[in-house]
């Protein structure tokens, strides 16, 4: 692990931790994840929620589509506001509640905790900081080991949310590849956040707005790499599945709107391409992070599974580099605070 990275932002030495970050994780924290997808293996839930907000809604993100696809288990994204604002109580029992935060102080989330809680469901948090309101509901915690994150953009903690989750889901589907994987993941981590290329950075800077692509687990890369250039270069971003992409964004195209397409090594890889094509062929610049021929090159994951954690690794450094060129302050976005406690 030793990729030198320019460090004049807090954001850029945060990227740089990435890798003994999650090296950290695996000593630390892996097992404790394993166990925890164990139990979820021997004792299925019918149903599971998720309680975010955020870039951890990204990550909360990730694990219903990996939980979907390879458990076969629904998970559900629950809007804190339903507990917080509305007031109204949930039946789930026998359910599982998954709280993502950095932080864990946000009340919405602790109000959906409780009520997840009443109706029956076991609340399991992943977490940055587990002496807070969050971590002291939860009957099962596991402890990010990301380490103190100033910037307000969160990098390492997002990364380490989501290795927490492919070990988790790698453990209830007894999938040993994907645990060797995560276990490979530091060295691969390293290449990873190279610097991104000019010609990526230029064809960026010069759109107006950026539609970030893909599907399945990636679509939190992209969820994420769309909140990550609102905060750090303040663009117009949005991210759409490629399924969704020809039903209406296309018309964009040809209007200096740039593509930048996190592009899977799994089923979900052909329908990317084609949007990326497609949109390309309409007038758009269309960007591919991919581990195949990409206009930002990323290392092939050792499974499907952990190649959005490459790929959002990689964009953090290019978004960091951007925000830096265009004269923006990513450690600390206008209106913005590290902590955000919503109701």
């Not at 003994?20 to 021997?42: E, N, T, Y």
């Not at 990873?192 to 990526?200: E, G, L, V």
């Not at 750090?232 to 200096?256: D, N, W």
Request: with cysteine; glycine share 8%.
């Amino acid at each position: 692990m030793g990729q030198i990275i320019p460090l004049q932002t807090q954001m850029a030495r945060e990227i740089a931790e990435i890798p003994h970050a999650v090296q950290r994780f695996i000593d630390q924290g892996l097992d404790r994840c394993i166990a925890l997808g164990q139990s979820l293996r021997d004792d299925p839930p019918p149903a599971i929620l998720t309680c975010a907000r955020g870039t951890s809604d990204q990550a909360a993100l990730y694990f219903k589509y990996l939980v979907e696809s390879r458990a076969g288990i629904p998970v559900a994204s629950l809007g804190p506001s339903v507990s917080s604002v509305y007031g109204a109580s949930l039946h789930a029992r026998n359910m599982v509640c998954l709280t993502v935060s950095q932080s864990g102080g946000s009340p919405d989330l602790v109000e959906l905790q409780r009520a997840a809680a009443s109706g029956g469901a076991r609340i399991i948090a992943l977490l940055n900081t587990l002496e807070s309101p969050v971590g002291r509901i939860a009957s099962d915690v596991i402890d990010l080991k990301a380490g103190r994150e100033e910037a307000v953009a969160a990098t390492k903690s997002f990364v380490c949310s989501l290795v927490a989750i492919a070990a988790i889901v790698g453990a209830m589907t007894e999938n040993d590849a994907l645990l060797d994987g995560i276990r490979a993941l530091p060295a691969t981590l390293d290449t990873a956040i190279a610097a991104p290329p000019a010609n990526a950075l230029k064809a960026i800077a010069a759109a107006p707005s950026v539609l970030t692509v893909s599907r399945g687990p990636a679509m939190a890369a992209a969820g994420e790499a769309a909140l990550k250039l609102k905060e750090t270069c303040q663009f117009h971003a949005e991210a759409y599945s490629a399924a969704e992409i020809m039903h209406g964004p296309s018309v964009l195209a040809g209007r200096g709107v740039a593509v930048l397409a996190f592009v899977p090594d799994d089923a979900g890889r052909a329908s990317v391409v084609e949007a990326c094509q497609a949109m390309q062929v309409a007038g758009a610049p269309a960007l591919r992070i991919d581990s195949e021929n990409g206009d930002i090159a990323v290392p092939t994951a050792a499974e499907a599974a952990l190649t959005p954690i490459i790929q959002i690794a990689a964009f953090y450094r290019l978004v960091e580099t951007l925000s830096v060129q265009l004269g923006c302050d990513p450690d600390h976005p206008p209106g913005l605070s590290k902590v955000t406690k919503t109701v």
